[in-house]
Each structure stands twice: as C-alpha cells, then as structure tokens.
C-alpha cells in the first residue's frame, strides 16, 4: 500500500473515532496507525503484540477498546472464531476472505465482480453497508499436507503394528 494510501486509511479511522466522541490518544494513533498498514487479518492480541514491541507503555485495554469502537462504527469487521481466535479485517471494500478451519488464516482472494454489483443494490434498499465479504471456509494448502502427512504416519503405524502381531 502506498504512504498515501496508509494515510488515508489512518485518518479515515482517526475520524471514526472522533466522531464517536473519543479522543485521539497517542495510544488509539498506534492503534490505527498498525490497522492502516497491515495487509492481514490480526488478531486483537496480534496488534496487542506488535504494538507493545515499539511502545512498552501501551495497554492491552486500549487496543482491546480501539478495536472494538472501530467494529461498531463499521471502520473494520470482525471475522470471529471464538473469543480465542477473533481476527479483524482492515479492507471494507468487496472481497472474499479464504478462512482455513484448522489454523484460522485468513486469505484475501480476487473480488469477483458480481459482488461489488452487490453493495450497490443493497445501497439502493435505503441500507448503508459498510462492508461486503464473503467468507468460505475450508482448509488452506498447507493444513491439507499436514492433514495427509498425519493420515499417512497413522496408516503406517497401524500397518507397523500389524506386521508385528
């Protein structure tokens, strides 16, 4: 993403918050400063995490908070599974999200056009989306590997332990 691109996406969240009557500490800054530049989907400790690496002072409550407000005013969206594995997506614009069911990574895949065709009919029903996602759930390539490599081991074993019966 370019710097103005960054900028842009930092200020568009700097003004959400603003406009839910926060104020903009140097700690909620960081906040949206790691959102504007990340191309991933993070974890709320994730940005917790990076944050705290550059500035020991910030707290988990804030981040937590930040988060939060920035999902109820529809700045991100939260894609979650569980309390323990809850990811926030920075890209509001139409796409698809690859969401592996075993390690929970989240891949951005080409948007196909039909669904930004989406977002303006709905618009036309007097309903202001602020994002349009689809999500599909699987498993990406290196969990299936992982999956036959684990099914292949068992099958060895089972057959090892046959030949010695």
């Known amino acids: 993403m370019s710097a103005t691109g960054k900028t842009a996406k930092r200020d568009r969240y ?29 974890t709320p400790y994730e940005v917790y995490r990076q944050l705290s690496a550059r500035n020991p002072e910030i707290s988990r409550a804030t981040v937590y908070n930040t988060l939060n407000t920035l999902r109820d005013l529809g700045a991100i969206v939260e894609i979650g599974f569980g309390a323990e594995h809850t990811h926030y997506d920075t890209d509001t614009s139409p796409h698809v999200n690859l969401i592996c069911l075993r390690c929970h990574s989240i891949q951005d895949h080409p948007v196909p056009e039909e669904l930004g065709q989406v977002a303006a009919s709905v618009g036309n029903n007097h309903f202001a989306p602020v994002a349009v996602r689809i999500d599909v759930y699987g498993f990406c390539r290196e969990c299936q590997a992982r999956k036959r490599a684990e099914i292949r081991d068992l099958w060895h074993a089972r057959r090892a332990a046959d030949s010695q019966a």
Request: aromatic share 10%; proline share 3%; glycine share 4%.
């Open 14 to 42: 700097l003004n959400a918050l603003r406009q839910a009557g926060r104020r903009i500490t140097e700690q909620r800054y960081w906040v949206c400063d790691y959102l504007a530049a990340t191309s991933s989907h993070p």
